[in-house]
């Protein structure tokens, strides 16, 4: 069970990924979702972990904080953020 502090940390992000791209990097909002660019390619899910791995260093939050909850196989992705909530997220983004 999670505690009402815990649930207002958690935050939902829809990112468009682009693989396959010369460097990682975050490109901004487009189309209210948030546009990736990661070096790695689209199987095993490692271009999944390098998008995870980029907003987390890019939040200062753990690898771990950071998960793909929809489109595990596609560009567009649905990622859950714990550690800082949606206001916030916005913010830093």
């Known amino acids: 069970m999670t505690s009402e502090a815990e649930s207002n940390q958690r935050s939902e992000l829809n990112v468009r990924v682009i693989p396959n791209a010369s460097r990682?990097?975050?490109?901004?909002?487009h189309a209210g979702a948030l546009k990736v660019k990661v070096a790695t390619q689209p199987e095993l899910?490692?271009?999944n972990k390098a998008v995870c791995a980029l907003l987390a260093k890019h939040l200062r939050l753990p690898k771990r904080a950071i998960?793909?909850?929809r489109g595990g196989?596609?560009?567009m992705k649905q990622l859950e953020i714990i550690?800082?909530?949606?206001?916030?997220?916005?913010?830093?983004?």
């Open 45 to 47: 899910g490692k271009a």
């Open 83 to 93: 550690g800082v909530n949606s206001e916030a997220l916005k913010r830093i983004l």
């Open 24 to 29: 990682d990097e975050i490109i901004g909002w």
């Open 73 to 75: 196989t596609t560009q």
């Open 67 to 69: 998960t793909v909850v």
